[in-house]
């Protein structure tokens, strides 16, 4: 009777100690390199109003040993339609364009808005999006979607040009020096852009004033997980699940909205 007592206890202390041994479940979380103030990368490190939300809601899911590495964010999409990546912050809820993607809950609201530059303010009244921006060359962030396929094709048919370049202070800089006529971000990302080209150009530097001409419809940031390769993540749909109660705690504790003043101090 004592040996048949020993092994079932022997056998409950080999499976508990191997589950302390294997620790908690490696993943790699992306995120865009080069999106300030909400992601992007600063003496190697990953920064951000994103990247810090990311970083407190996975501290709360001890069995994830999370790291988060950047990417570019045309890159990073496409790692998410082969399922190179398991998931990638921020896309916005494109689901019938990105239909390899899986959303979060939103982290974030985000307003598009269309800024301009003089010259071209001296030569046309710019009221309503798009129409009255037909044949200017408006500048977006490599891989980033205007909207819907509707809005897609009202943009195409006003004919509007196109010039794509990596990230926010590439095409401010473009904007600012008359390389492209206009340039469609986000407004808070290209605020806190625009403090630190003012501040980092030397006296003298010639650039022209740009003016916000047009508002487009707010979007809200997620973390975006591939649908694709299902075996090569088990754990998907319970990371999922405890994440989107973490980001809903800090958002019903005020946790996101504290994120969000510490990154606008000056």
Avoid at 93 to 101: G, K, L, N, T
Avoid at 194 to 203: A, D, S
Wanted: aromatic content about 10%.
């Amino acid at each position: 009777m004592s040996r048949m007592l020993i092994l079932p206890a022997a056998l409950c202390l080999f499976i508990a100690a191997s589950a302390r041994a294997e620790g908690p479940t490696p993943l790699v979380i992306y995120g865009d390199d080069d999106y300030p103030p909400y992601s992007y990368v600063d003496n190697g490190q990953m920064k951000g109003i994103y990247t810090e939300i990311v970083r407190e809601a996975v501290q709360s899911m001890p069995q994830y040993a999370v790291q988060l590495r950047p990417v570019p964010w045309k890159r990073g999409v496409l790692m998410l339609q082969t399922g190179e990546a398991f998931a990638l912050y921020p896309p916005y809820s494109w689901r019938s364009e990105r239909p390899y993607v899986r959303y979060s809950v939103p982290l974030l609201m985000e307003q598009l808005v269309v800024l301009c530059n003089q010259d071209v303010l001296a030569k046309r009244t710019l009221r309503q999006w798009p129409a009255d921006y037909s044949g200017l060359h408006i500048g977006v962030n490599a891989g980033f979607l205007l909207g819907d396929a509707k809005q897609t094709a009202a943009v195409q048919a006003a004919n509007i040009v196109f010039d794509t370049a990596k990230g926010t202070r590439t095409n401010l800089l473009k904007l600012m020096r008359g390389r492209i006529d206009c340039y469609v971000s986000d407004r808070l990302s290209a605020q806190w852009e625009l403090q630190r080209i003012r501040r980092e150009e030397p006296p003298g530097t010639p650039m022209q004033t740009i003016q916000e001409t047009a508002q487009l419809a707010s979007q809200q940031g997620h973390l975006g997980f591939t649908e694709r390769r299902p075996a090569a993540y088990p754990y998907r749909d319970d990371f999922i699940e405890q994440f989107n109660a973490a980001i809903v705690h800090m958002q019903n504790n005020g946790a996101i909205r504290r994120i969000v003043d510490r990154a606008l101090q000056p």
